[in-house]
């Protein structure tokens, strides 16, 4: 089975901090997505990543940045919490060929800025 | 641009029932539509899977239908049961991309 694992699942920040969220996937997947879910908006795609070190921006990636030094770890920063970022994480991974490939997902991690 | 859409966004039946979930898409062109079941505060787990030259998937009391030329897909879940309720979440991937889109999900209660 697929293990997709967030750090943390619930985090308490304060606004300017900098944040770091961590995601390691144990498939040896290509692809890792990070999302971000809010009530009435569904999942949102922040950034993704297909290989070690190649990332590209999803559809809201203001105030976030990523890295993948790793192909097993993929990292969400927040480089200057705000309150607006208080949302629940979501980490995902997948093989990348063939492309029709599933999607498997962590627990996600529940984030508050105050 | 794809655009996916569940109707309803909440439902409530009585223990026992079949029901339907549906999720529409704007761009037939897909690798495949994934069907999620997220159980509140929790990740997202994958239910079923439908690629693009599939019409249709069985993972014991649910079955998952995809109509590409006409946008659709539906997941029946047979035999409804109290441990059934969560929101239930469709995604579909288009041709070319990486990139996911996802509902906004059906929020379904079962009542025993």
């Known amino acids: 089975d697929v293990k997709v694992t967030q750090s943390s699942r619930y985090l308490v920040k304060r606004t300017g901090e900098k944040v770091f969220l961590e995601c390691v996937q144990d498939m040896d997947h290509e692809n890792m997505f990070w999302y971000r879910q809010d009530p009435g908006l569904g999942l949102r795609l922040i950034y993704f990543?297909?290989?070690?070190?190649?990332?590209e921006k999803g559809d809201i990636p203001e105030g976030y940045s990523v890295s993948r030094e790793k192909k097993e770890r993929f990292s969400l920063i927040l480089e200057s919490a705000s309150t607006n970022q208080t949302s629940m994480y979501l980490c995902?991974?997948?093989?990348?060929?063939?492309?029709?490939?599933?999607?498997?997902f962590g627990d996600g991690t529940r984030l508050s800025i105050l | 641009k794809q655009e996916v859409t569940q109707i309803p966004a909440a439902l409530s039946v009585p223990e026992g029932e079949n029901l339907v979930l549906n999720c529409s898409f704007t761009?037939?062109?897909?690798?495949?539509l994934q069907w999620f079941r997220q159980d509140p505060g929790k990740g997202l787990t994958s239910l079923l899977l439908i690629q693009s030259s599939q019409r249709e998937q069985t993972s014991g009391r649910l079955n998952a239908s995809l109509d590409k030329s006409s946008g659709r897909s539906t997941l029946y879940i047979a035999a409804s049961q109290p441990g059934d309720s969560a929101t239930y979440l469709c995604?579909?991937?288009?041709?070319?991309?990486?990139?996911?889109?996802f509902g906004t999900g059906t929020r379904l209660k079962v009542l025993a």
């Open positions: 995902a991974s997948s093989l990348d060929l063939p492309p029709n490939q599933p999607q498997h």
């Open positions: 995604a579909v991937r288009t041709s070319g991309t990486y990139k996911y889109i």
């Open positions: 761009d037939s062109a897909i690798y495949n």
């Open positions: 990543s297909y290989d070690v070190k190649m990332k």
